[in-house]
């Protein structure tokens, strides 16, 4: 339960049936409760058997019930099976119960993706966002307006605390729109856009992440500009893991041709810069042991980088004598002198070169 303490509200009075002034309300905001964990507010089919569905317009069927979408036509996430792969609040959705003036503070969504929210039930929510081509006059003024702060705490927008005055952001002429969501309506934020809102009253709503092939590119610039600002936030899931299971099974899934021309484009760059940071590792160190790690059942999430925090999906180093281990394109994972160095990784050169000719082939044959 977050709890929002809000000073000088306007608060109705029984006693004396007129606005009086409040010096302090107490809000509340049931945000971000997993639906695997506290249950969706959509219904679902018992154990994922669909054999008592007699029509398309069953709610445990329908493609916009949240906890479907992953199943959608170019969703990225098909690829996930099992209810163990499920990201919480990313691929399954998150539940939000809200009362008068409980808000989100301003964000854009992990890794630029984007987002849908569908509220269930209750009073209205006013939502405020912001388009993408001002994502970084936001920042700069949101940053400006809290700067002390953001010496303390520099990670502190992706905690999600921060609010501004819609106001104060237009006279900076930084474009705010605004909407009010109704129950049994959806709202789609696109990538990089940020948002915030709160809500008119009591209300339930849901919502998860949409990665199809057009995020791709945001998804990228994401994990840019996580590592210039210092890796102050992490990507929820590794890149190359989305793009190189979906890469498995291109031909299973119903991508449109752009969609799956998208999805190899950027496979091959993936593979060319792995190749490449491999090599200026080798350069690098005059002996590097090379080990395969891990098979098919190797979770995306197995090992995490000592240095960024983020997942190390395709290699790491790792050092013989203090252990630690990191992504190949730190090149050092510890200060250790005569380091020993090992290079782990999940598919040797080879197959990712094999993989890429046969997706280079696939190419033009589109
Ligand atoms: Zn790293
Ligand atoms: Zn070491």
């Not at 409980?102 to 929510?125: L, P, Q, R, T």
């Not at 705490?153 to 005055?165: F, V």
């Amino acid at each position: 339960m977050k709890t929002l303490y809000v000073k000088t509200f306007f608060i109705w009075s029984t006693s004396s049936k007129k606005l009086v002034k409040n010096e302090r309300v107490t809000v509340e905001y049931a945000a971000d409760l997993p639906s695997l964990r506290y249950g969706s507010a959509f219904p679902k089919l018992a154990r994922g058997k669909a054999t008592d569905v007699t029509s398309i317009d069953d709610e445990r069927i329908h493609p916009f019930n949240l906890n479907n979408l992953i199943h959608a036509k170019d969703s990225l996430f098909q690829i996930i099976q099992k209810r163990g792969e499920n990201i919480s609040g990313i691929t399954a959705p998150w539940v939000y119960a809200g009362m008068l003036f409980a808000s989100f503070c301003w964000h854009v969504e992990d890794m630029y993706m984007y987002s849908i929210n569908y509220m269930h039930k209750g009073a209205a929510k006013t939502w405020y966002c912001i388009p993408e081509s001002h994502k970084e006059a936001f920042d700069d003024a949101i940053k400006e307006k809290h700067c002390e702060l953001f010496i303390e705490r520099p990670d502190l927008l992706y905690n999600i605390i921060l609010t501004m005055n819609p106001l104060e952001l237009l006279k900076k002429n930084i474009p705010v729109y605004r909407t009010e969501q109704q129950p049994r309506e959806f709202i789609i934020t696109f990538p990089k856009v940020y948002h915030a809102g709160f809500s008119h009253g009591y209300n339930i709503s849901e919502a998860v992440n949409i990665a199809i092939p057009d995020w791709i590119p945001f998804g990228k610039l994401a994990l840019s500009d996580y590592a210039s600002e210092g890796f102050l936030k992490k990507g929820s899931f590794p890149f190359e893991w989305i793009i190189i299971e979906n890469i498995k099974r291109l031909s299973e899934f119903n991508f449109s041709p752009q969609a799956k021309k998208e999805i190899a484009q950027v496979y091959i760059e993936i593979m060319q810069k792995e190749i490449k940071d491999r090599k200026a590792v080798q350069e690098c160190y005059s002996k590097v042991a090379i080990k395969q790690f891990g098979d098919v059942t190797t979770r995306y999430d197995a090992h995490i980088c000592s240095t960024c925090n983020n997942y190390t999906f395709l290699s790491f180093l790792s050092c013989g004598r203090c252990k630690r281990t990191g992504c190949i394109q730190h090149i050092s994972v510890c200060d250790c002198l005569n380091v020993i160095v090992s290079m782990n990784v999940r598919f040797s050169e080879k197959n990712l070169e094999d993989f890429s000719h046969s997706v280079q082939k696939f190419l033009g044959t589109l």
